[in-house]
Structure formats: structure tokens, C-alpha cells
């Protein structure tokens, strides 16, 4: 919305200054943390109201969980509202990226939506049946990939970019399709599972957010991607607004639900983080990149993965509890060590995904 302003501007005063992307990514990032600080206890409140039992605690899960109960859940409409009414305020309008990623997010985050009341209302943690969610993301990843196919250019359709490797571009043909959805499905579902502890996900996915952010930036930038010698993909510049006002509902939210959590993020907050980064990745061309940024969540859907699989085959378990997080807490570590000392992984994998820009 602010973008238009400009059009008012003969080139100098205080409107040009919204022609600059990182002008209107602060103006986001402060919107979304303001709208949190603002709107957080409200939310809260009618929360509290609403659902009287909160979120269901998992029967199987550590004893120290059973002290969370009736803590509500759904917080994630706070990071949604804050990052959608951020993006529409200083995002360009006629860009189809940031359209993209929005779109997906919202739909993602209606699913989860969904989940949370179906959980809450029943009073336990079954909620809408895996399949139906994983039917209903991989119909929103196939059209986020035939849309990125249309409005990627014409030399990057189809196209996988190898890091590190110069101008190494795979040409995934037919299995483009399924690719993306693999990778915006799985990008949704791993930040759902690694959405255990007060506080675990959201930095984490803020962490990556910024990233991503940086690397949108670089690579909506002719000159940026001539000097580090990455593929140039034009409008991508504008996903940073959408980042930015990500990061600053996610520092909203984080204020409620640092531990302990006055509300949990829910599926509602946590699949639809997980699909707006993995689109952003799709949309940058970086997905093998968006594997080393997002290790941490990677990491987090493999020990479900892995144990249940290797629990069919042999009737035994990898883990002491699945997802790995529980593994820790099973172990005697408390919960703040477990969350901060994810973040540190978070911030470690997330520096190695950004130097791939500059390694060739």
C-alpha cells in the first residue's frame, strides 16, 4: 500500500523513500511487532475464553508437560495476522511472489486452523485425520508449483540450482511438480513437529526467516547476483518485506510464549511457517540451501521418521521419545536447555546456508 505513495514523488522527499525495499521492510518488521505487542493479550484472553481446557497435552509425553495444561493454543493467528496485515501495508501489490507466499501461508495456516479446533473442541490430540492434512498440502503445494512454474523466467523453469557449484542449474522436467510440493509439504509438517517446547519453533523459524530474507534480497538483485555469480530471479527482492514482517510478529508472539507460555502457536502457526519458508525457498531457486537453513527442522521430522519406521520393523526405538526434543528432555536435560541450545543449531546452520551465496 505504501508503495503507491511514491507515485506522488518527483524523484526526492519523504514518499521516494518507499521505493526502497529495505525502507519498507523496517516499516513491516514494525507494523507485525507492534500489531503482536498490541493485540497479543486480547487474543489471549479470548483464547482462554473460548477453549476453557486449552490444548490437549500428549498422555505419553514427559511428566513436566502435565503442568501446561490449560494453556491455550491457536496463537499462531497472531503471527498471521501480524506478517498479512505487514506484507499488504508495505509489500508491493503488483508482485506475484509476495502473492505466492502469502497465499500459501494463509492456506496452510487454515488447515492448521482447522486442526487446533477439531483438537480443542474434542479435548484431545487427534485433531483432522493425517491423511486429510497431508491431502489438503500437497493440493496447496501443487498449485504454488505450477504458479512458480508460470512466473519463474522462461531459463529458471523447472530448474534446481546446485550451491556452490557455478551456474549449475538441473532441469527436473516432469518431477519438478512433485518436487515442490515435497518440499513446501515437508517444510509445513517439519516446523509442526518441532513445535514441542515454549519458545522452540518460533525462533528457529525467525532465524531462517531472516536468511531467506537476505538471500531474497540478494537474488532480486542484478548486481548482487553478478558479483556473487548466483542466478538472478527478478521480484524476489520483495519477499524481505514479507520476511521482515514475519520476524516481527514472531518477536510478538515470542514475548506470550516464552516459557512459561501464556499461548501455544498451535498447527495454526506452526504449518504455515513451515509452508512460507519453503516457498520462499522454492521462489529463490535455493531448496537444497533451505535443507542446510532449515537443518534443524529437518533434523526434527527424520526422529519421527526414522523411529517409527524403525519401531514397525523391529518393535524397538531409536529414541528415547520422538520428536528428538522429547529425546533430550527424556535424557534429564531441562527445557530451557533443549530450546536455547536448538536455537544456537538454528543460528549455526542458518550462517553456513548464507555463506553458500559467497562460496564458488
Same mark, same amino acid.
Given at each position: 500500500?505504501?508503495?503507491?505513495?511514491?507515485?506522488?514523488?518527483?524523484?526526492?522527499?519523504?514518499?521516494? /523513500?518507499?521505493?526502497?525495499?529495505?525502507?519498507?521492510?523496517?516499516?513491516?518488521?514494525?507494523?507485525?511487532?507492534?500489531?503482536?505487542?498490541?493485540?497479543?493479550?486480547?487474543?489471549?484472553?479470548?483464547?482462554?475464553?473460548?477453549?476453557?481446557?486449552?490444548?490437549?497435552?500428549?498422555?505419553? &509425553?514427559?511428566?513436566?508437560?502435565?503442568?501446561?495444561?490449560?494453556?491455550?493454543?491457536?496463537?499462531?493467528?497472531? *503471527?498471521?495476522?501480524?506478517?498479512?496485515?505487514?506484507?499488504?501495508?508495505?509489500?508491493?501489490?503488483?508482485?506475484?511472489?509476495?502473492?505466492?507466499?502469502?497465499?500459501?501461508?494463509?492456506?496452510?495456516?487454515?488447515?492448521?486452523?482447522?486442526?487446533?479446533?477439531?483438537?480443542?473442541?474434542?479435548?484431545?490430540?487427534?485433531?483432522?485425520?493425517?491423511?486429510?492434512?497431508?491431502?489438503?498440502?500437497?493440493?496447496?503445494?501443487?498449485?504454488?508449483?505450477?504458479?512458480?512454474?508460470?512466473?519463474?523466467?522462461?531459463?529458471?523453469?523447472?530448474?534446481?540450482?546446485?550451491?556452490?557449484?557455478?551456474?549449475?542449474?538441473?532441469?527436473?522436467?516432469?518431477?519438478?511438480?512433485?518436487?515442490?510440493?515435497?518440499?513446501?509439504?515437508?517444510?509445513?509438517?517439519?516446523?509442526?513437529?518441532?513445535?514441542?517446547?515454549?519458545?522452540?519453533?518460533?525462533?528457529?523459524?525467525?532465524?531462517?526467516? &531472516?536468511?531467506?530474507?537476505? *538471500?531474497?534480497?540478494?537474488?532480486?538483485?542484478?548486481?548482487?547476483?553478478?558479483?556473487?555469480?548466483?542466478?538472478?530471479?527478478?521480484?524476489?527482492?520483495?519477499?524481505?518485506?514479507?520476511?521482515?514482517?514475519?520476524?516481527?510478529?514472531?518477536? &510478538?508472539?515470542?514475548?506470550?510464549?516464552?516459557?512459561?507460555?501464556?499461548?501455544?502457536?498451535?498447527?495454526?502457526?506452526?504449518?504455515?511457517?513451515?509452508?512460507?519458508?519453503?516457498?520462499?525457498?522454492?521462489?529463490?531457486?535455493?531448496?537444497?540451501?533451505?535443507?542446510?537453513?532449515? &537443518? /534443524?527442522?529437518?533434523?526434527?521430522?527424520?526422529?519421527?521418521?526414522?523411529?517409527?519406521?524403525?519401531?514397525?520393523?523391529?518393535?524397538?526405538?531409536?529414541?528415547?521419545?520422538?520428536?528428538?526434543?522429547?529425546?533430550?528432555?527424556?535424557?534429564?536435560?531441562?527445557?530451557?536447555?533443549?530450546?536455547?541450545?536448538?536455537?544456537? *543449531?538454528?543460528?549455526?546452520?542458518?550462517?553456513?546456508?548464507?555463506?553458500?551465496?559467497?562460496?564458488?
Amino acid at each position: 500500500m505504501f508503495y503507491w505513495l511514491t507515485t506522488f514523488s518527483d524523484g526526492g522527499g519523504v514518499f521516494n /523513500l518507499f521505493n526502497y525495499i529495505t525502507v519498507r521492510a523496517g516499516g513491516a518488521f514494525f507494523t507485525a511487532l507492534i500489531f503482536g505487542f498490541l493485540f497479543g493479550r486480547p487474543l489471549i484472553d479470548l483464547l482462554r475464553k473460548r477453549q476453557r481446557r486449552g490444548q490437549p497435552i500428549r498422555t505419553d &509425553g514427559p511428566q513436566t508437560h502435565f503442568v501446561k495444561a490449560g494453556t491455550p493454543t491457536m496463537g499462531g493467528v497472531l *503471527i498471521l495476522g501480524a506478517v498479512t496485515v505487514a506484507t499488504l501495508m508495505f509489500g508491493r501489490l503488483d508482485n506475484a511472489y509476495v502473492w505466492l507466499v502469502l497465499g500459501v501461508t494463509i492456506c496452510f495456516g487454515a488447515i492448521g486452523f482447522v486442526d487446533d479446533y477439531a483438537k480443542v473442541s474434542a479435548g484431545n490430540t487427534h485433531g483432522v485425520p493425517g491423511r486429510v492434512r497431508l491431502g489438503l498440502g500437497f493440493l496447496i503445494g501443487l498449485v504454488a508449483a505450477l504458479v512458480a512454474l508460470f512466473v519463474h523466467p522462461a531459463e529458471l523453469e523447472a530448474q534446481l540450482a546446485v550451491p556452490v557449484f557455478k551456474n549449475v542449474l538441473l532441469n527436473l522436467s516432469w518431477f519438478y511438480l512433485p518436487f515442490v510440493m515435497l518440499v513446501i509439504v515437508g517444510s509445513a509438517n517439519a516446523v509442526n513437529l518441532t513445535d514441542g517446547l515454549d519458545g522452540l519453533a518460533i525462533m528457529p523459524v525467525m532465524i531462517a526467516a &531472516g536468511t531467506l530474507g537476505v *538471500i531474497s534480497y540478494a537474488v532480486g538483485r542484478v548486481d548482487f547476483t553478478d558479483y556473487l555469480e548466483v542466478h538472478y530471479v527478478p521480484g524476489t527482492g520483495e519477499l524481505l518485506i514479507f520476511c521482515a514482517g514475519l520476524i516481527g510478529g514472531g518477536l &510478538g508472539f515470542l514475548w506470550y510464549n516464552a516459557p512459561p507460555a501464556a499461548v501455544f502457536m498451535g498447527d495454526t502457526g506452526s504449518l504455515a511457517l513451515g509452508g512460507a519458508l519453503g516457498t520462499i525457498a522454492v521462489v529463490t531457486k535455493h531448496e537444497l540451501v533451505w535443507a542446510i537453513i532449515g &537443518g /534443524l527442522f529437518v533434523v526434527e521430522a527424520l526422529s519421527v521418521i526414522i523411529q517409527v519406521a524403525y519401531f514397525k520393523s523391529t518393535g524397538k526405538r531409536v529414541f528415547l521419545m520422538a520428536p528428538i526434543h522429547h529425546h533430550f528432555e527424556k535424557k534429564g536435560w531441562a527445557e530451557p536447555q533443549v530450546v536455547i541450545r536448538f536455537w544456537i *543449531i538454528a543460528l549455526i546452520l542458518a550462517l553456513i546456508g548464507l555463506a553458500t551465496l559467497k562460496v564458488r
